[in-house]
């Protein structure tokens, strides 16, 4: 597609399951990334790949937190035993080397009960 | 840390008029600030954005005016439209740093545009 795709766009969890949720980048996009938004709050950056490198973590909140991204297209960010805290619109992004400016999917809201 | 802050959550205004909403940012080696405009229920979309050598950027209805001494960036939209009412997030980066070029972001401002 053109643009950013995310899967699903609404996750409900019970506390303690494992969800995983999905990103299709643009099409040639080396970039990407994740961001967390909790209600009310602007996006909180997660994770930064390039193609298929990982090259910054720093904002995953706990060891629960996992991303990949192992052709260096799709990505996949994993939350284990998920907890009520976790739940958040997660937003993934992605941008080619030329342009400065990153393009955004819809989101995966995210609700854990 | 917030690096970035928009102090006002929301902003009204009358159809025609001028919306000018207001980022702050603390890290002086920011050298490149963006806005986004986020409709509900969708991702945030790149709106203009600016570079720390202009101090103003202008595209159609939608001008961004940087002041790097008072750490201050605003977006200017004039005239304003009701389709012009969503968030806006401002948010900063350094672009030259590494291969890393994520964005900081503040809490945005919900915009109401009205008839």
């Not at chain 1, 490198?53 to 909140?61: E, I, N, R, T, Y």
């Not at chain 1, 080619?96 to 009960?113: M, P």
């Not at chain 2, 920011?30 to 720390?52: H, N, R, V």
Request: charged share 20%.
């Amino acid at each position: 597609g053109a643009g950013v795709s995310q899967s699903p766009r609404y996750k409900v969890a019970k506390r303690g399951q494992d969800v995983a949720l999905r990103c299709d980048p643009i099409s040639g996009h080396v970039s990407l990334f994740w961001y967390q938004q909790a209600l009310g709050q602007g996006p909180e950056f997660l994770t930064y790949f390039q193609n298929e490198a990982q090259l910054d973590k720093s904002g995953l909140p706990s060891d629960r937190f996992f991303a990949e991204r192992p052709e260096g297209s799709v990505s996949t960010l994993k939350i284990q035993r998920t907890q009520q805290e976790d739940s958040a619109v997660y937003l993934c992004a992605s941008s080619s080397r030329d342009i400065t400016e990153a393009f955004f999917g819809q989101g995966t809201r995210l609700t854990v009960v | 840390d917030q690096q970035v802050k928009q102090n006002s959550p929301s902003l009204s205004v009358q159809e025609g008029r001028i919306s000018i909403l207001n980022c702050d940012y603390t890290n002086s080696m920011f050298d490149y600030f963006l806005w986004y405009k986020k409709y509900p229920a969708e991702g945030p979309t790149f709106l203009i954005s600016i570079s720390s050598i202009k101090d103003k950027n202008e595209d159609g209805r939608f001008t961004v005016f940087l002041n790097k001494s008072a750490k201050h960036l605003s977006l200017h939209i004039v005239p304003s439209q009701p389709g012009d009412s969503a968030v806006y997030f401002c948010a900063a980066k350094i672009r030259f740093r590494g291969n890393n070029n994520d964005m900081r972001f503040g809490a945005g401002t919900r915009l109401t545009v009205k008839p």
